[in-house]
């Protein structure tokens, strides 16, 4: 156990809808980092937050954000949910900035019918 | 071309077996190089982190960096059936304010080890 915790599990939606993953980081790590994980794709990394603030996005969508709050938590905010957003969305946390150490949570699937 | 390329492929090796799992890369800037581990249906596990050229070792496991060539190594010597997984390789460059400027992963290499 990682320590990082995402909420759902699971989720099926339909095309067109608004979804948010929920991540908690790991007790004392300020940054959190967001990954999309695809047969195809590989791991790719989305948005990079630390202690509140944006500090580095990656191949992040227009139609998907993301922030995180005073306590940490950090949500991604996926909308006009397309087939091709089905993926496993992972979540990391870390106690640096520099990200080479990282910590997993169990990641959320997403399945858009 | 790739920033960065490892063969996805699968890899089945006998129990005890020494394993070599590699990735190239193009872009000189990257500074950090990681290695995850990711069992199926579960959130990748860092294995190794190095950031300079040379080896770098943690119990059975060897990390090697090749800077001048752009290519990275994990060894996993006397291989066991809990070694099954996918390897992921990672490699960062870090911006002027601290954190990842860029953040690249493998698309990973499947082992299996049999007993």
Same mark, same amino acid.
Do not use: K, M, V
């Given at each position: 156990d990682s320590g990082v915790t995402q909420t759902p599990k699971h989720l099926i939606t339909a095309t067109g809808q608004r979804v948010t993953l929920r991540c908690s980081p790991r007790s004392g790590d300020l940054s959190v980092y967001w990954y999309q994980q695809s047969l195809d794709q590989g791991l790719q990394f989305l948005i990079h937050y630390y202690n509140g603030e944006e500090r580095a996005k990656g191949n992040?969508?227009?139609?998907f954000s993301a922030q995180q709050f005073p306590d940490l938590h950090s949500e991604l905010n996926l909308s006009s %949910?397309? %087939?091709?957003?089905?993926a496993l969305y992972f979540c990391a946390s870390s106690r640096t900035l520099g990200g080479e150490t990282q910590y997993f949570g169990p990641g959320t699937r997403l399945l858009v019918l | 071309q790739k920033e960065v390329e490892q063969d996805p492929g699968p890899l089945s090796v006998p129990e005890g077996a020494i394993v070599s799992l590699n990735c190239t890369y193009?872009?000189?800037?990257?500074?950090y190089f990681m290695w995850y581990r990711q069992y199926s249906r579960k959130g990748p596990e860092l294995l190794m982190y190095t950031y300079s050229s040379g080896n770098k070792e943690d119990g059975r496991f060897t990390a090697q960096v090749d800077k001048s060539s752009k290519y990275i190594s994990l060894f996993i010597r006397d291989?066991?059936?809990?070694?099954s997984a996918t390897y992921l390789c990672a490699m960062s460059v870090r911006g002027t304010q601290g954190g990842s400027e860029k953040l690249v992963f493998g698309k990973g290499t499947k082992l299996t080890v049999n007993p």
């Open positions: 992040i969508l227009e139609r %949910l397309e %087939l091709g957003d089905s | 193009s872009n000189s800037a990257f500074q291989s066991q059936p809990s070694d």
